[in-house]
């Protein structure tokens, strides 16, 4: 089969692999969730999200974090939306060009990625 894109899965900040000890590789939509997840997590916004209490930053920290979603060339422009159901944890819902619908999860508190 033929990918676009094909990466190593990463959690906790760790390459996750098999029970043979090889990589385990993901593709495609996972590939650019994960690529998200990591541009969120090291752009530190995220943390600044948890640690501001002024309604009005914390409305311009999404929108930061929105517009670095924004960036990936990869999603269809507009489609982002992020959600905050509870401090610490971000949704965020786009549209890919070529893979349809992506939803993906920050736990910033956790550190999953």
Do not use: C
Request: charge should be negative; aromatic fraction near 4%; glycine fraction near 4%.
């Amino acid at each position: 089969m033929t990918y676009l894109y094909q990466d190593v899965l990463i959690e906790n900040g760790d390459l996750v692999l098999d029970a043979g000890r090889n990589p385990i590789l993901i593709q495609d939509r996972a590939v650019i969730a994960q690529d998200i997840k990591h541009a969120i997590i090291e752009s530190n916004l995220a943390v600044d999200l948890i640690a501001e209490r002024s309604p009005s930053m914390k409305a311009d920290i999404r929108t930061k974090l929105e517009l670095l979603v924004e960036e990936d060339v990869r999603l269809v422009p507009g489609t982002v939306r992020l959600e905050e159901p509870k401090e610490g944890v971000i949704y965020v819902f786009a549209d890919t060009t070529d893979f349809g619908e992506l939803s993906l999860t920050v736990d910033v508190e956790k550190k999953r990625v």
